[in-house]
């Protein structure tokens, strides 16, 4: 039986926290009956981007990020599987799970100048080739990821690559942003015309720094 002291959000069961960024907090969860394992994320804005943005600005964009998701089926994306609102009516969605990704495998830290792990050849072509038809998938469809990072590529226990994260992503002919000199991307990661002008920053604007992954 679950403890009294058990986090639930919604129907789901709260195991562990995976991660934290500007948009909000991804959990590791249970679903209720079959007990499947699943990542729940949750709007729960940082401070100062709720105040640039407004909390209703960042549940559109929240929402959106999830619709775009669920409609991009391709084995080289992640699947995102339910969206619903907590008891205090804050939203959150549910994906698939995966207990690894491209950052934890190089051993990537905060400080990306220190040396990290280098990938064998092979795999670096295998991957390689897999994130750029999960790529071509989102250019078909319109959608510019403008977070493409190892941390936001997700590995299977059979080495598959799932790009992941599409907070930052933007479809063509979206409106930009009303707050000007919001920097979108990762540092490091983001490409310098997606720096100066992120709102028209195209399927070219990839990333920054392409050498970490080469073998």
Not at 58 to 64: A, D, Q, V
Not at 81 to 109: K, Q, S
Not at 112 to 134: D, M, N
Request: glycine content about 10%.
């Amino acid at each position: 039986m679950p403890s009294q002291n058990t986090k639930k959000i919604g129907k789901y069961t709260i195991i562990a926290t995976l991660g934290r960024g500007g948009m909000g907090t991804v959990f590791r969860a249970v679903m209720p009956v079959t007990g499947k394992i699943v990542a729940l994320k949750q709007l729960q804005p940082s401070a100062p981007l709720e105040a640039v943005l407004g909390m209703a600005k960042l549940r559109e964009i929240f929402t959106g990020e999830a619709m775009i998701m669920a409609r991009l089926r391709h084995p080289h994306i992640v699947d995102v599987w339910d969206f619903d609102e907590d008891d205090d009516g804050r939203p959150f969605y549910t994906m698939e799970y995966f207990c690894n990704n491209l950052g934890m495998m190089i051993g990537e830290r905060f400080v990306v100048e220190e040396p990290s792990r280098k990938i064998p050849p092979e795999r670096v072509t295998a991957y390689g080739l897999q994130i750029l038809e999960g790529l071509r998938c989102m250019h078909a469809a319109g959608i510019v990821h403008r977070d493409i990072k190892p941390y936001n590529m997700l590995l299977t226990e059979q080495n598959t690559v799932k790009i992941c994260d599409f907070g930052m992503s933007r479809q063509h002919g979206e409106k930009p942003f009303e707050a000007g000199g919001i920097k979108v991307g990762s540092p490091y990661y983001i490409a310098p015309e997606q720096s100066r002008d992120p709102d028209h920053a195209d399927e070219r604007s990839l990333g920054g720094e392409a050498e970490r992954f080469e073998p």
